[in-house]
């Protein structure tokens, strides 16, 4: 079974511009998470979602949205960009059970703002 | 609040075993999950303890204790290999139904000969 792919693996971008990142789950998997990794906050959860829903969302401004589409593929889009904005984007599927559920990564897109 | 530590960086001899530890604050805690990550790779699954006590994985446990709010990670017989970071999260359903991760900073392992 494939895992979780995501494109572009690699972006630059300049500040105010906006982007968007891809993700396409393992299959049978519903719920797509995305995550925001630095150095120096780590891992921090953006949103989630499930069947075409957004379940949960972490503490991000505005400019961080996302959605899914029905076959559960899902895209993030950051609006006028900032420096600080450059980090690891994951994203990782699971079944959608919560409880139960165990999320798998994607290799990310490693997104740089100058 | 919710919070996760775990030690930054930690030293061990190749063959060695190895603990690494992780304590957590969190409302509606539902379970905690080790992954390793090698530079510029993915983070991948090691384990998950949603109950007390421990859960062994070949070269890998991984003990939860939710009274205390702290587990950790055991790795055994250590290779060359294991040098990454490893990651205590925990999720939450604080907020809802979901599937929401969060994740200690991550403690880079180095394996030495």
């Known amino acids: 079974k494939a895992g979780v792919t995501q494109t572009p693996r690699y972006l630059i971008k300049t500040r105010g511009q906006q982007v968007t990142l891809s993700c396409s789950p393992i299959?049978?998997?519903?719920?797509v998470s995305w995550y925001q990794q630095t150095p120096g906050q780590g891992l921090q959860f953006l949103f989630e979602y499930f069947s075409e829903t957004q379940r949960n969302k972490g503490n991000f401004p505005g400019r961080f949205s996302g959605r899914q589409f029905s076959n559960s593929r899902s895209e993030m889009n950051v609006s006028t960009l900032e420096l600080g904005d450059s980090a690891l984007y994951l994203c990782?599927?699971?079944?959608?059970?919560?409880?139960?559920?165990?999320?798998?990564f994607g290799p990310g897109t490693r997104l740089t703002v100058l | 609040g919710q919070n996760i530590d775990q030690p930054t960086e930690m030293t061990a001899t190749e063959g060695a075993i190895v603990q690494i530890n992780c304590t957590y604050q969190t409302s509606g805690f539902n379970g905690l999950f080790w992954y390793q990550q090698h530079a510029g790779e993915a983070p991948t699954f090691l384990s998950y303890n949603v109950l007390d006590g421990l859960e062994e994985k070949g070269r890998f446990s991984s003990f939860l204790s939710r009274s205390k709010g702290y587990s950790y990670l055991l790795l055994k017989e250590l290779q060359m290999k294991d040098s990454a970071s490893y990651l205590c999260a925990v999720r939450s359903l604080y907020g809802g139904a979901t599937n929401k991760l969060i994740f200690g900073t991550g403690t880079l392992l180095a394996v030495q000969p």
């Open positions: 990782a599927s699971s079944l959608g059970g919560v409880g139960t559920d165990t999320q798998y």
């Open positions: 299959s049978g998997h519903r719920s």
